[in-house]
């Protein structure tokens, strides 16, 4: 049987991803075998991560998403930073850090409780922070960032609409599909 994997999200503006896929270039100097640089095309902030699924599972999902969609009108999501992290451990990405959102935090919660209220996935046991992930990188290039990078990033986000996502895992690296663009309030 096919399964999909799955994920909810916010697309980005395609200024914002030019813009985001830039910073790349301040860190050239890093070894590229050590280091993924997410695809400009693939930017976009997960608000929830469902896994594997059948098409059923994909059909009911889709339906969830436009249900919850009709609750919520849009709103905007201000980023505020870009970061390595996670805190307190080895980093191993960076990436663009939003402000906390009530819109946004009450959207991410309501899809995350109709999708696991159906046994469709998990529940996140990390509290939802809205993140982009510019890159993600190896044991080596953590020890060559001598310092803990934080840099102003202040780019508003329009949220329109939220999209059920499909990953395809491949060698180059992922390549993601929309499976379902939703708009809010309708």
Same mark, same amino acid.
């Given at each position: 049987? =096919? +399964?999909?994997?799955?994920?909810? %999200?916010? #697309?980005?503006?395609?200024?914002? +991803? &030019? +813009?985001?896929?830039?910073?790349?270039?301040?860190?050239? !100097?890093?070894?590229?075998?050590?280091? =993924?640089?997410? @695809?400009? !095309? #693939?930017?976009?902030?997960?608000? *929830?991560?469902?896994?594997?699924?059948? !098409?059923?599972?994909?059909?009911? /999902?889709?339906?969830?998403? $436009?249900?919850?969609? @009709?609750? =919520?009108?849009?709103?905007?999501?201000?980023?505020?930073?870009?970061? /390595?992290?996670?805190?307190?451990?080895?980093?191993?990405?960076?990436?663009?850090?939003?402000? $906390? #959102?009530? %819109?946004?935090?009450?959207?991410?919660?309501?899809?995350?409780?109709? /999708?696991? #209220?159906?046994?469709?996935? $998990?529940?996140?046991?990390?509290?939802?922070?809205?993140? /982009?992930?510019? %890159?993600?990188?190896?044991?080596?290039?953590?020890?060559?960032?001598?310092?803990?990078?934080? &840099?102003?990033?202040?780019?508003?986000?329009?949220?329109?609409?939220?999209? *059920?996502?499909?990953?395809?895992?491949?060698?180059?690296?992922?390549?993601?599909?929309?499976?379902?663009?939703?708009?809010?309030?309708?």
């Amino acid at each position: 049987m =096919h +399964k999909r994997r799955l994920f909810i %999200a916010i #697309n980005l503006p395609e200024e914002l +991803k &030019e +813009k985001l896929a830039s910073y790349q270039n301040k860190w050239s !100097d890093l070894d590229p075998q050590k280091i =993924h640089w997410v @695809k400009k !095309d #693939n930017l976009h902030i997960t608000l *929830v991560f469902i896994g594997y699924v059948t !098409d059923g599972e994909m059909y009911e /999902i889709c339906n969830i998403v $436009k249900e919850v969609a @009709k609750r =919520h009108q849009p709103f905007f999501i201000d980023l505020e930073k870009i970061v /390595i992290g996670p805190p307190h451990a080895t980093p191993r990405m960076f990436w663009a850090e939003g402000i $906390k #959102n009530q %819109a946004l935090a009450n959207l991410q919660q309501d899809l995350e409780d109709a /999708i696991s #209220n159906r046994n469709l996935a $998990k529940k996140e046991a990390r509290a939802f922070k809205p993140h /982009i992930t510019l %890159a993600r990188f190896k044991y080596e290039v953590a020890k060559m960032l001598t310092k803990n990078i934080e &840099e102003p990033f202040k780019a508003s986000i329009p949220v329109e609409s939220i999209e *059920v996502m499909e990953s395809e895992l491949r060698r180059g690296g992922a390549e993601y599909i929309v499976l379902d663009s939703v708009e809010l309030g309708r």
